[in-house]
Protein backbone atom coordinates (compact mmCIF):
# COMPACT_ATOMS: atom_id res chain seq x y z
CA UNK A 1 0.00 0.00 0.00
CA UNK A 2 1.62 3.89 -0.62
CA UNK A 3 0.55 6.37 1.76
CA UNK A 4 1.69 9.83 1.58
CA UNK A 5 1.75 11.87 4.26
CA UNK A 6 1.70 16.07 4.51
CA UNK A 7 3.57 18.59 6.92
CA UNK A 8 3.62 22.60 7.31
CA UNK A 9 0.02 23.43 7.84
CA UNK A 10 -0.92 26.26 10.15
CA UNK A 11 -2.22 29.97 11.13
CA UNK A 12 -0.09 32.59 9.12
CA UNK A 13 -0.82 36.26 8.29
CA UNK A 14 -2.14 37.68 5.35
CA UNK A 15 1.11 38.41 3.33
CA UNK A 16 3.15 35.59 4.87
CA UNK A 17 4.54 32.42 3.49
CA UNK A 18 4.13 28.45 4.42
CA UNK A 19 5.86 25.27 3.14
CA UNK A 20 3.76 22.45 2.65
CA UNK A 21 5.79 18.95 2.42
CA UNK A 22 4.69 15.25 1.35
CA UNK A 23 6.28 12.16 0.98
CA UNK A 24 5.18 9.15 -0.45
CA UNK A 25 5.96 5.75 0.96
CA UNK A 26 5.13 2.26 0.50
CA UNK A 27 5.34 -0.36 -2.19
CA UNK A 28 6.18 2.01 -4.87
CA UNK A 29 7.80 1.51 -7.93
CA UNK A 30 7.12 4.26 -9.51
CA UNK A 31 5.73 7.99 -8.88
CA UNK A 32 3.82 10.23 -11.78
CA UNK A 33 2.23 13.66 -11.24
CA UNK A 34 2.23 14.64 -7.78
CA UNK A 35 0.40 17.77 -6.52
CA UNK A 36 -2.06 19.77 -4.08
CA UNK A 37 -5.68 20.42 -4.34
CA UNK A 38 -7.40 22.55 -1.61
CA UNK A 39 -10.80 22.63 -0.42
CA UNK A 40 -12.20 25.43 2.05
CA UNK A 41 -14.83 25.19 3.38
CA UNK A 42 -18.94 24.69 1.84
CA UNK A 43 -16.54 24.42 -1.44
CA UNK A 44 -15.71 22.25 -4.19
CA UNK A 45 -11.99 20.79 -3.70
CA UNK A 46 -9.85 22.27 -6.37
CA UNK A 47 -6.50 22.06 -7.99
CA UNK A 48 -3.65 24.06 -6.97
CA UNK A 49 -0.75 22.76 -8.73
CA UNK A 50 1.11 19.50 -9.86
CA UNK A 51 4.17 18.43 -11.16
CA UNK A 52 4.87 15.45 -13.57
CA UNK A 53 8.20 13.30 -12.47
CA UNK A 54 9.61 15.30 -16.02
CA UNK A 55 9.41 18.44 -14.06
CA UNK A 56 6.36 19.90 -16.20
CA UNK A 57 4.02 21.94 -13.99
CA UNK A 58 0.50 23.36 -13.58
CA UNK A 59 -0.97 26.08 -11.37
CA UNK A 60 -4.34 27.59 -10.79
CA UNK A 61 -4.73 30.67 -12.01
CA UNK A 62 -5.47 32.35 -8.58
CA UNK A 63 -1.98 30.71 -7.07
CA UNK A 64 0.15 31.96 -10.06
CA UNK A 65 2.94 33.60 -8.89
CA UNK A 66 2.75 33.37 -5.36
CA UNK A 67 2.94 29.45 -5.38
CA UNK A 68 5.93 27.26 -6.06
CA UNK A 69 5.86 23.70 -6.51
CA UNK A 70 8.88 21.70 -6.78
CA UNK A 71 9.47 18.20 -6.40
CA UNK A 72 12.68 15.55 -5.16
CA UNK A 73 11.38 12.23 -7.05
CA UNK A 74 14.74 10.83 -5.54
CA UNK A 75 12.92 10.94 -1.81
CA UNK A 76 9.67 10.95 -3.69
CA UNK A 77 8.70 14.26 -2.05
CA UNK A 78 6.49 17.46 -3.19
CA UNK A 79 6.69 20.47 -1.75
CA UNK A 80 4.61 23.86 -2.23
CA UNK A 81 5.88 27.05 -1.55
CA UNK A 82 3.05 29.90 -0.65
CA UNK A 83 3.96 33.47 -0.91
CA UNK A 84 1.60 36.18 -0.16
CA UNK A 85 -1.09 34.24 1.06
CA UNK A 86 -4.63 36.13 1.32
CA UNK A 87 -6.93 35.01 3.31
CA UNK A 88 -8.81 33.12 0.23
CA UNK A 89 -6.44 30.63 0.37
CA UNK A 90 -7.87 29.24 3.57
CA UNK A 91 -8.54 25.95 3.24
CA UNK A 92 -7.31 22.47 3.80
CA UNK A 93 -4.73 21.02 1.65
CA UNK A 94 -4.63 17.89 0.40
CA UNK A 95 -1.44 15.99 -1.46
CA UNK A 96 -2.16 13.91 -4.66
CA UNK A 97 -0.05 11.18 -6.16
CA UNK A 98 -0.15 8.92 -9.44
CA UNK A 99 1.49 6.34 -8.37
CA UNK A 100 2.65 2.37 -9.60
CA UNK A 101 2.04 0.21 -6.71
CA UNK A 102 4.66 -2.97 -6.60
CA UNK A 103 1.84 -5.66 -6.12
CA UNK A 104 4.04 -8.66 -6.17
CA UNK A 105 8.02 -9.02 -7.09
CA UNK A 106 10.18 -11.60 -7.45
CA UNK A 107 13.87 -11.22 -8.49
CA UNK A 108 12.26 -12.07 -12.27
CA UNK A 109 9.60 -9.39 -12.38
CA UNK A 110 7.39 -6.87 -10.78
CA UNK A 111 4.22 -6.65 -10.77
CA UNK A 112 2.33 -3.06 -10.29
CA UNK A 113 -1.21 -1.12 -10.69
CA UNK A 114 -1.72 2.61 -11.18
CA UNK A 115 -3.29 4.48 -8.29
CA UNK A 116 -4.45 7.76 -7.46
CA UNK A 117 -3.35 7.90 -3.93
CA UNK A 118 -4.86 11.12 -1.73
CA UNK A 119 -2.98 12.45 1.88
CA UNK A 120 -5.03 13.52 4.69
CA UNK A 121 -4.84 16.55 4.56
CA UNK A 122 -3.28 19.42 5.96
CA UNK A 123 -5.08 23.13 6.98
CA UNK A 124 -3.93 26.22 6.08
CA UNK A 125 -5.78 29.67 7.57
CA UNK A 126 -4.64 32.95 6.52
CA UNK A 127 -6.08 35.77 8.96
CA UNK A 128 -6.85 38.88 7.91
Known amino acids: QVQLAESGGGLVQAGGSLRLSCVAS????????MGWFRQAPEKKRELVAN???????HYADSVKGRFTISRDNAKNEVHLEMNSLKPEDTAVYYC??????????????????????WGQGTLVTVSS
Open 96 to 117: NADVSEITASDSDYIKYKDVEV
Open 26 to 33: GNIFNVHT
Open 51 to 57: MTSSGST
